[in-house]
């Protein structure tokens, strides 16, 4: 049995979780309720759950400062929350689960799923602090992204990345600063994520941070020219958008 | 220089400035005294002043259709604009009343009863939220609704607000008997955003139960439209932290001001809001907030 705490200040929206738990997660038993931070830091302090489902947005301040109110966080946490545009953008660079409100009973299942994965609770801190560093520094534009390799969690800025290469599931980092590692996540779930930071699916292996473009050659092949000379092909059917882009980049460059 | 009018000529002071006179034979209804032009010379600034004249009407002509043009343009342009920004400000007021906090939230609640096997509760908030989404989507396209209408709409918000909130607070809706809901004519909820505030920024850090009252009047001939609650009031409701609604709220209170600013265009001064804290009032035992707003009457 996984104990749980659930953490909303609506009663109902509470009171769904419980039934969605005990409709479709019978290895979750849920040992108590908080309505807001207080009573929520104080319920977890007494009850050590083994996770905590918490919402974003409660009276007396969020799920975040909740967690803030702890040295090291030793249970597993999943947000759920109604609306939070930027929550949602820094849940995302720093591999924070979520689900949004109204629950998708699958979104549950799965995130339950996950749950049995053992993570350490120094890598669970390692998440917080990123999430944490993101929200603080830039809401709307995380600077720092949590990318998870097989046996490491590195926190990486934005700015240092130059460009990802698809590999099956796979995708390949290249830094600036460090060498190369290979994360498990597909090259879609980095483009969806890193688009409006600046990056762009140039070919459908290569994402590539459009800082880093020294130029674009039409000859022999369409390619850019990264800054590291390297040559990174571009699909023809991204070839306007990128030009659109790099003009747009340029003024930009101009107008500082 | 070129001269049309002989009446200038004759406000011109003597000997101040030399002239250079060319008649044009068909327009010599008033002859000049001064100079009388021998045929041939004549005939020779006949050709020359037709061919000025000529160039003068074609200046002249394409001077009047370049600024029709120019003024049609801009004029064109200022409507464009305005036609925007009505548009855009119809957009916001929509965004702002279907607060997604609001909305998610309400589907959660629903959510509940579902799971919780209560089918006529979730069937029966389900349609309330439709039946509040459908004239939200109706009235945000009009610039007045009847008060009858919007008696439904606050009715129907304040419904799913009670389901969200378990009941923490009552409403009454106050109608003046001289009011006809059929007739008399307000603009769309102008009043929502301020009870949202009522109930997630005042009532529910209440301890007891809360009270909405919402007023429409006529006084002085016009409409006063008034939100009450007993809430914890706007400074306590800051001290508590509020940070992370003040998106929302801000976008709500830009738009009222927008809104209030564009009936004032209409209607003048008369159109006005106030806000009281009613915790600061040492004369009674009141604490919340009290929203005034003063609308001219429209009657259909």
Same mark, same amino acid.
């Given at each position: 049995?996984?104990?749980?705490?659930?953490?909303?200040?609506?009663?109902?929206?509470?009171?769904?979780?419980?039934?969605?738990?005990?409709?479709?997660?019978?290895?979750?038993?849920?040992?108590?309720?908080?309505?807001?931070?207080?009573?929520?830091?104080?319920?977890?302090?007494?009850?050590?759950?083994?996770?905590?489902?918490?919402?974003?947005?409660?009276?007396?301040?969020?799920?975040?400062?909740?967690?803030?109110?702890?040295?090291?966080?030793?249970?597993?946490?999943?947000?759920?929350?109604?609306?939070?545009?930027?929550?949602?953008?820094?849940?995302?660079?720093?591999?924070?689960?979520?689900?949004?409100?109204?629950?998708?009973?699958?979104?549950?299942?799965?995130?339950?799923?996950?749950?049995?994965?053992?993570?350490?609770?120094?890598?669970?801190?390692?998440?917080?602090?990123?999430?944490?560093?993101?929200?603080?520094?830039?809401?709307?534009?995380?600077?720092?992204?949590?990318?998870?390799?097989?046996?490491?969690?590195?926190?990486?800025?934005?700015?240092?990345?130059?460009?990802?290469?698809?590999?099956?599931?796979?995708?390949?980092?290249?830094?600036?600063?460090?060498?190369?590692?290979?994360?498990?996540?597909?090259?879609?779930?980095?483009?969806?994520?890193?688009?409006?930071?600046?990056?762009?699916?140039?070919?459908?292996?290569?994402?590539?941070?459009?800082?880093?473009?020294?130029?674009?050659?039409?000859?022999?092949?369409?390619?850019?020219?990264?800054?590291?000379?390297?040559?990174?092909?571009?699909?023809?059917?991204?070839?306007?958008?990128?030009?659109?882009?790099?003009?747009?980049?340029?003024?930009?460059?101009?107008?500082? | 220089?070129?001269?049309?009018?002989?009446?200038?000529?004759?406000?011109?002071?003597?000997?101040?400035?030399?002239?250079?006179?060319?008649?044009?034979?068909?327009?010599?209804?008033?002859?000049?005294?001064?100079?009388?032009?021998?045929?041939?010379?004549?005939?020779?600034?006949?050709?020359?002043?037709?061919?000025?004249?000529?160039?003068?009407?074609?200046?002249?002509?394409?001077?009047?259709?370049?600024?029709?043009?120019?003024?049609?343009?801009?004029?064109?342009?200022?409507?464009?604009?305005?036609?925007?920004?009505?548009?855009?400000?119809?957009?916001?007021?929509?965004?702002?009343?279907?607060?997604?906090?609001?909305?998610?939230?309400?589907?959660?609640?629903?959510?509940?009863?579902?799971?919780?096997?209560?089918?006529?509760?979730?069937?029966?908030?389900?349609?309330?939220?439709?039946?509040?989404?459908?004239? *939200?989507?109706?009235?945000?396209?009009?610039? !007045? #609704? $009847? @008060?009858?209408?919007?008696? +439904?709409?606050?009715?129907?918000? /304040?419904?799913?607000?009670?389901?969200?909130?378990?009941?923490?607070?009552?409403?009454?809706?106050?109608?003046?008997?001289?009011?006809?809901?059929?007739?008399?004519?307000?603009?769309?909820?102008?009043?929502?955003?301020?009870?949202?505030?009522?109930?997630?920024?005042? *009532?529910?850090?209440?301890?007891?139960?809360? !009270? #909405? $009252? @919402?007023?429409?009047?006529? +006084?002085?001939?016009?409409?006063? /439209?008034?939100?009450?609650?007993?809430?914890?009031?706007?400074?306590?409701?800051?001290?508590?932290?509020?940070?992370?609604?003040?998106?929302?709220?801000?976008?709500?209170?830009?738009?009222?001001?927008?809104?209030?600013?564009?009936?004032?265009?209409?209607?003048?001064?008369?159109?006005?809001?106030?806000?009281?804290?009613?915790?600061?009032?040492?004369?009674?035992?009141?604490?919340?907030?009290?929203?005034?707003?003063?609308?001219?009457?429209?009657?259909?």
């Amino acid at each position: 049995m996984i104990t749980a705490v659930i953490i909303d200040d609506e009663a109902l929206a509470r009171e769904s979780l419980l039934s969605m738990l005990k409709l479709f997660c019978p290895s979750i038993e849920v040992v108590g309720q908080a309505h807001d931070v207080k009573s929520g830091v104080k319920l977890i302090n007494d009850v050590r759950p083994d996770v905590a489902f918490l919402d974003v947005q409660m009276p007396d301040g969020s799920g975040f400062d909740l967690l803030m109110k702890f040295d090291s966080i030793s249970f597993k946490f999943v947000f759920i929350t109604a609306y939070q545009e930027y929550a949602i953008k820094a849940f995302k660079f720093s591999a924070i689960d979520y689900i949004l409100k109204p629950v998708d009973p699958t979104d549950l299942i799965n995130a339950i799923e996950k749950l049995s994965e053992t993570i350490r609770e120094e890598d669970t801190n390692h998440k917080f602090k990123t999430f944490v560093d993101n929200i603080k520094t830039n809401k709307n534009n995380p600077q720092k992204i949590l990318l998870k390799t097989l046996d490491a969690l590195v926190v990486a800025d934005v700015n240092s990345i130059v460009r990802c290469e698809s590999q099956s599931n796979y995708t390949i980092f290249y830094f600036t600063d460090r060498p190369k590692i290979m994360v498990s996540k597909t090259l879609k779930d980095f483009d969806d994520m890193l688009s409006d930071s600046g990056f762009f699916r140039v070919h459908q292996s290569h994402l590539v941070n459009l800082n880093f473009v020294k130029k674009y050659n039409r000859f022999p092949e369409s390619h850019v020219v990264l800054n590291n000379d390297e040559h990174i092909p571009v699909a023809v059917r991204k070839r306007d958008v990128l030009k659109e882009l790099l003009k747009n980049m340029d003024r930009n460059r101009f107008a500082i | 220089m070129w001269i049309v009018s002989t009446k200038i000529l004759n406000k011109l002071r003597a000997g101040a400035i030399s002239l250079e006179v060319f008649v044009h034979e068909p327009l010599r209804a008033e002859p000049l005294n001064a100079y009388t032009p021998s045929p041939l010379a004549s005939k020779a600034s006949w050709l020359v002043s037709c061919y000025q004249e000529c160039s003068v009407s074609a200046t002249l002509i394409t001077f009047v259709v370049v600024t029709a043009v120019l003024v049609l343009s801009i004029v064109g342009y200022y409507r464009k604009k305005d036609k925007l920004k009505i548009l855009e400000l119809e957009q916001r007021l929509l965004l702002s009343q279907m607060n997604p906090h609001f909305v998610f939230n309400s589907l959660t609640a629903i959510q509940s009863y579902i799971f919780r096997n209560d089918p006529y509760l979730a069937g029966k908030y389900l349609a309330n939220f439709s039946k509040l989404v459908r004239l *939200i989507l109706e009235n945000s396209r009009l610039q !007045h #609704i $009847t @008060i009858g209408k919007e008696k +439904e709409t606050i009715e129907h918000y /304040l419904d799913l607000q009670l389901m969200r909130f378990d009941n923490k607070f009552e409403y009454t809706i106050q109608i003046s008997p001289e009011i006809d809901l059929d007739h008399h004519l307000i603009p769309p909820m102008m009043a929502q955003p301020f009870i949202e505030n009522a109930i997630e920024h005042g *009532i529910i850090y209440l301890e007891a139960k809360g !009270h #909405i $009252t @919402i007023r429409f009047l006529l +006084e002085g001939g016009g409409l006063k /439209l008034e939100v009450e609650d007993n809430g914890v009031g706007i400074e306590r409701s800051s001290e508590l932290g509020e940070t992370n609604r003040k998106k929302h709220q801000s976008l709500a209170t830009r738009i009222t001001k927008d809104r209030l600013k564009n009936l004032r265009l209409v209607y003048g001064k008369q159109v006005r809001m106030e806000m009281v804290n009613l915790s600061a009032s040492s004369e009674t035992n009141a604490r919340g907030t009290l929203v005034r707003f003063y609308i001219p009457l429209i009657i259909k």
